[in-house]
């Protein structure tokens, strides 16, 4: 259910995205853009962590998959989530977020424990919001 309700969420923000907004709409779009930045850094990271450190990992650990053949599995899953059009600035997202995949696996292998990679993607996707905030208005 979880998974589902993050891959909604991912699917009307890449729509929030292609939409133009409306003069008079200004303030309901800042209030949407908020809504969407706070789910980006709490119910997403979660959602996906679930997904591809614990859920597609038990998945591969159980047909036979050794650790590293899993990390790197559900780190180029996880980039290739990401990926949400044909663009060539695309490519570069993908490779960054198999990355991240990576690291995220490892760290969960490492711990043991789910909450560390949750931890990372939350500051992770901090960053990135807080980044492209300030280029916006710049």
């Known amino acids: 259910v979880l998974g589902l309700a993050a891959c909604m969420i991912k ?5 929030r995205l292609q939409l133009p907004p409306k003069p ?6 800042k209030r949407i853009d908020d809504f969407f930045d706070l789910l980006s850094c709490t ?12 859920r597609l990992k038990n998945v591969f650990s159980y047909h036979g998959a050794g650790s590293i053949e899993t990390i790197m599995k559900t780190a180029l899953l996880f980039g290739l ?3 949400s059009s044909k663009a060539k600035h695309n490519r570069n997202k993908v490779l960054m977020c198999t990355f991240s995949g990576f690291l995220a696996a490892s760290l969960h292998a ?8 949750v931890v990372a993607h939350v500051a992770n996707n901090v960053f990135v919001i807080l980044h492209n905030r300030s280029k916006s208005r710049a």
């Open 43 to 54: 119910l997403v990271p979660m959602t996906e962590e679930l997904i591809f450190r614990e």
């Open 110 to 117: 490492l711990t043991g424990n789910l909450w560390a990679p």
């Open 81 to 83: 989530g990401h990926d």
């Open 11 to 15: 699917l009307l923000m890449e729509i």
């Open 24 to 29: 008079d709409s200004i303030a309901f779009e």
